[in-house]
């Protein structure tokens, strides 16, 4: 789009600039390896990655050794949130140890270490210029970032790539512009964390849209929806949202939250007496809910196997790092087959045994791993079916698999044990045996040399509000409630998903409200949860999640991913709700007592805006 246009045709246009700090994961397990070579040379990890087949192809590259000859094991892993996508320096110190002693080498941070020495959510300085016509239309953005690298890179250089997703594509915007560098620093490096740079994006662009509503006169709720996109549109940027339940997310969220009554309440009890105030705020979010084309491919292959007592090995790339997948996967396969959940055995930690899967990020699993499971298990199902069929004098549409048993699928008789007929199959003159393999690679595309591109082959949208209460007197900020409504595609797991919604916004509070990785001088003066403080529990609020259910036709079974979706807005919902309550516009994380207090007695320093950036040649 041509900015410029869009800024001429606004009646309204805010900027601000916007300070995001730093944390890190705080994974309950520490990083770690154990690396061993066999007489033959053959090197054997077990490693916490998340994804061990680029691991194999990285350390191939290191030790010059052919990727064959390199086996990853993955034991279960506490967690991993992005920490885990890349190759660390311990993990080669550990490899090189080993090749020279000839003997296994683990290595094991301590909770000290794990500060020190892993990865962070990056840290951003944002100016981000803003218009509107009185009628609430959004008429442009121009954005300029600079992102703290850190000494080393990692992924910290790439966070724009989501970060410009959010500017271009949260809500219509005919007009864009983003300018970004990022810098080397004496500082901790920059990594992928959960939102990968959409919380920082999100943040911003969230506390425009009050601020613009508030100018115009309209209510925040109304402006949004103004503004939110409907299934079919494509933004500026390529992305298609072929299922789209934002409209729904910030209705279902308003409604449930009581949102508009609460906000004109709270911002008319503003000057009453006493030192606590309450105030409610919204925000939305966008992300990738089916993987994101970065690699030549996003990918994952299956092998399922059916024995003669009707078991089902379901052998799959995708990694189980404490995010339910292989929960999901059965239930998808068992839904395919006719089959109980315990008739189900995942096997996927082995890089000798599993077929290749680019890894978990990008809220990918449920969607990728997810298809590639069905698609194999319905090329075992067409194999029953392709061999039962003259058995029982039928055509192979008439039949269906339930309750463990071939049936017809009209009437629902059943025909015959599938565990029976699996063995009459083996033993029969000519045996065979129902093994199948399947790769699904989803329709997302790499992005072009303008950054344009449907890099996702589905898109999840939120809408969370957040109620807090501020003490005045001390500047403590209380969250009270958190009303979310999550555009999931489909719930298949409902206890496992509630759980993700659930540990995203506790992380997210955590993010706005107390975790602060302290960097002086490039050293890091709080290194233990003692001093870090991470959300506990007496401080979790309540919460009221409710799901969106569009219906994504890519999706398996219609979902789409939502793994990373419930971190990204909690702190811009929060900021709104901090004015809501105050009248004070806050644009640094995170609301500690101390910001707090200093901001509403007009003594914290304002935010220098981001330089103009120079394109620099290639």
């Known amino acids: ?34 690396a061993e070579f066999d007489a033959s040379g053959n090197l054997l990890m077990y490693s916490n990655t998340q994804v061990p087949f680029l691991h194999k192809r ?19 892993i506490g967690g991993g949130f992005g920490s885990k996508l890349d190759i660390y320096p311990f993990e080669i110190i550990s490899v090189y140890l080993a090749r020279a002693t000839g003997r296994p080498v683990k290595l094991l941070f301590n909770r000290e270490e794990e500060f020190l020495a892993s990865p962070t959510r990056q840290p951003v300085l944002l100016t981000l210029r803003s218009g509107c016509k009185r009628d609430g239309t959004l008429t442009f953005r121009s954005v300029r970032t600079l992102h703290d690298n850190g000494a080393y890179t990692s992924w910290g250089a790439t966070t724009p790539f989501v970060m410009m997703q959010t500017f271009s594509s949260l809500y219509r915007v005919p007009h864009c512009d983003y300018h970004t560098l990022a810098v080397y620093t004496n500082n901790p490096y920059a990594g992928s964390f959960r939102g990968y740079g959409n919380l920082q994006a999100t943040f911003a662009v969230e506390a425009h849209m009050d601020q613009m509503a508030e100018a115009i006169g309209m209510d925040p709720l109304a402006f949004r929806q103004k503004n939110a996109q409907l299934q079919g549109e494509v933004s500026g940027q390529g992305m298609v949202f072929r299922s789209c339940g934002f409209q729904d997310c910030l209705t279902s969220a308003a409604e449930r939250s009581d949102f508009a009554h609460r906000h004109a309440e709270y911002a008319a009890q503003r000057n009453a007496p006493g030192a606590i105030k309450k105030g409610i705020g919204i925000a939305s979010m966008l992300h990738v809910g089916g993987g994101a084309k970065i690699y030549p491919s996003d990918g994952c292959g299956t092998i399922l196997k059916l024995d003669d007592f009707g078991h089902v090995t379901l052998i799959t790339g995708a990694s189980e790092i404490g995010q339910g997948s292989e929960t999901v996967l059965s239930q998808l396969v068992c839904e395919e087959l006719g089959l109980p959940m315990s008739a189900v055995t995942v096997v996927n930690n082995d890089t000798d045994i599993t077929p290749w899967d680019v890894g978990v990020h990008a809220s990918r699993t449920t969607f990728i791993a997810g298809n590639s499971a069905i698609g194999a298990a319905r090329k075992a199902r067409d194999k029953i079916f392709a061999a039962a069929a003259p058995r029982f004098d039928c055509a192979a549409d008439d039949l269906a698999l339930r309750d463990g048993h071939i049936v017809r699928r009209a009437s629902g008789e059943p025909l015959i044990e599938i565990a029976r007929f699996l063995r009459s199959l083996h033993f029969s003159d000519r045996a065979e045996l129902v093994m199948t ?30 109620e807090v209460e501020v003490d005045t007197d001390t500047g403590v900020v209380r969250m009270l409630k958190v009303t979310g409504a999550h555009d999931v595609g489909r719930v298949l797991n409902r206890l496992g998903i509630e759980g993700q919604i659930e540990g995203g916004i506790v992380m997210g509070q955590g993010y706005a409200l107390t975790e602060n990785l302290l960097v002086e001088n490039g050293n890091i003066r709080n290194p233990n949860f003692r001093d870090y403080k991470l959300v506990t529990a007496p401080e979790i ?3 009221d999640i409710a799901f969106i259910e569009s219906m994504d036709g890519e999706g398996p079974q219609g979902a789409k991913g939502v793994g990373e979706a419930p971190a990204i807005c909690i702190a811009a919902a929060t900021a709104n709700a901090i004015y809501n309550a105050t009248g004070v516009r806050i644009t640094s994380l995170p609301f500690t007592p101390e910001r707090v207090y200093r901001a509403l007695h007009g003594v914290l320093p304002p935010v220098p805006p981001v330089p103009p950036i120079v394109e620099r040649p290639a």
């Open 437 to 466: 393999t399947f790769y699904y690679e989803p329709p997302s595309v790499h992005q072009d040399k303008g950054f344009k591109g449907d890099v996702s082959a589905a898109y999840a949208w939120a809408a969370q509000v957040v």
């Open 541 to 543: 609020p309540e919460m």
């Open 1 to 34: 789009g041509d900015v410029a246009q869009g800024e001429a045709e606004s009646d309204v246009v805010v900027e601000d600039t916007f300070k995001l700090h730093y944390v890190t994961h705080c994974c309950m397990g520490v990083s770690g390896i154990l």
């Open 58 to 76: 990285e350390f191939a590259d290191y030790l010059n050794m052919d990727p064959a000859r390199i086996r990853i094991i993955q034991p279960p």
